[in-house]
T-cell receptor
Framework: EADIYQTPRYLVIGTGKKITLECSQTMGHDKMYWYQQDPGMELHLIHYSYGVNSTEKGDLSSESTVSRIRTEHFPLTLESARPSHTSQYLC???????????????FGQGTRLTVV | AQSVSQHNHHVILSEAASLELGCNYSYGGTVNLFWYVQYPGQHLQLLLKYFSGDPLVKGIKGFEAEFIKSKFSFNLRKPSVQWSDTAEYFCAVNRGSTLGRLYFGRGTQLTVWP
């Protein structure tokens, strides 16, 4: 079954640690996204990619980095986690549609990150 | 200023009551419009979408939404809610001018009492 997977679902980690949040999709979608979601706030786009070797920063400044070496894989890395990084991180994907329009995004279950 | 506005942050209803959640956006040009729902402990799921054509769109679970271009609005409606509709609802806009980037509102938490 085509889907989008995020691991881990929950992560509690100490300050200064390096972490990688995994995201994989089996739908063959070109476009992938990372959103940050805090309670009561809108989802903020932090990174996106139009395809392999393409990555762009989103609207919300983030100290995280991403890579897109394979179509299906879009991991997010924090080199040195801080308490301010505590949040929920959502991964999504979509196909090209028509000029990147007329297409819907599919979301993973999210990773809830707590940095202590 | 927020570009996608959802007017209600928390709505509480009894079962069988009618629902309308407001959504306004501030972008001109070509847009796609979406409502996503997030049930407790689950991922965001598409409820319905508008790309073009009939401005009244029907989604899953009896939900519908109306696109009113002149008002930059895309309000979500359901004639009779159920307890199982308790969830968070997000309005989202895909802008053609920014190559399909998706912008979200803050979400509306709907609580339905049985």
């Amino acid at each position: 079954e085509a889907d989008i997977y995020q691991t881990p679902r929950y992560l509690v980690i100490g300050t200064g640690k390096k972490i990688t949040l995994e995201c994989s999709q089996t739908m063959g979608h070109d476009k992938m996204y990372w959103y940050q979601q805090d309670p009561g706030m809108e989802l903020h786009l932090i990174h996106y990619s139009y395809g392999v070797n393409s990555t762009e920063k989103g609207d919300l400044s983030s100290e995280s980095t991403v890579s897109r070496i394979r179509t299906e894989h879009f991991p997010l890395t924090l080199e040195s986690a801080r308490p301010s990084h505590t949040s929920q991180y959502l991964c999504a994907s979509s196909d090209r549609g028509q000029g990147w329009m007329n297409t819907e995004a599919f979301f993973g279950q999210g990773t809830r990150l707590t940095v202590v | 200023a927020q570009s996608v506005s959802q007017h209600n942050h928390h709505v509480i209803l009894s079962e069988a009551a009618s629902l309308e959640l407001g959504c306004n956006y501030s972008y001109g040009g070509t847009v796609n419009l979406f409502w996503y729902v997030q049930y407790p402990g689950q991922h965001l799921q598409l409820l319905l979408k508008y790309f073009s054509g009939d401005p009244l769109v029907k989604g899953i679970k009896g939900f519908e939404a109306e696109f009113i271009k002149s008002k930059f609005s895309f309000n979500l409606r359901k004639p009779s809610v159920q307890w199982s509709d308790t969830a968070e609802y997000f309005c989202a806009v895909n802008r053609g001018s920014t190559l399909g980037r998706l912008y979200f509102g803050r979400g509306t938490q709907l609580t339905v009492w049985p």
